[in-house]
C-alpha cells in the first residue's frame, strides 16, 4: 500500500487545514487510517484513526481535529480547527489491517509526511 499525504502548509493561530491521504489499494475499506504527527525534536505521536468500527483521538487534538474517510476515493482526512502552534509539525498518515491501534509500531504503511506551520 502507498500513502500521499498532502494539504500541509502554513497558518497564523486559530486557523484551519485539511489533510488528505490517497492511498492505492483495492480494499482500502479494510484499512484502519489513521494520523500521526512529529514536532521538531520530539517522537513521532499519535492524533487520530478511524476503521469501519469507530474512530479515536488524542487528547492533545479532541474537539479540534476531525478524521473522516471516503472509501469510494481511497482517501482519509484530518480536519484541523483553531490550530496552536504547539500543533506544528510533520504530519504522517499511515495504515494497518486490524483494530484501531495507536502506537506507531503497530502500523505497517506509511505516507511521505506533510508539513503543518502554525504562527502565534
Known amino acids: 500500500v502507498q500513502l500521499q499525504a498532502s494539504g500541509g502548509g502554513s497558518v497564523q493561530a486559530g486557523g484551519s487545514l485539511r489533510l488528505s491521504c490517497a492511498a492505492s489499494?483495492?480494499?482500502?475499506?479494510?484499512?484502519?487510517m489513521a494520523w500521526f504527527r512529529q514536532a521538531p525534536g520530539k517522537e513521532r505521536e499519535f492524533a487520530a484513526n478511524i476503521n469501519w468500527r469507530g474512530i479515536s483521538y488524542a487528547d492533545t487534538v479532541k474537539g479540534r481535529f476531525t478524521i473522516s474517510r471516503d472509501n469510494a476515493k481511497n482517501t482519509v482526512y484530518l480536519q484541523m480547527n483553531s490550530l496552536k502552534p504547539e500543533d506544528t509539525a510533520v504530519y504522517y498518515c499511515?495504515?494497518?489491517?486490524?483494530?484501531?491501534?495507536?502506537?506507531?509500531?503497530?502500523?505497517?504503511?506509511w505516507g511521505q509526511g506533510t508539513l503543518v506551520t502554525v504562527s502565534s
Open positions: 499511515a495504515a494497518r489491517i486490524g483494530p484501531l491501534r495507536a502506537a506507531t509500531k503497530d502500523y505497517d504503511y
Open positions: 489499494t483495492r480494499t482500502f475499506g479494510d484499512y484502519t
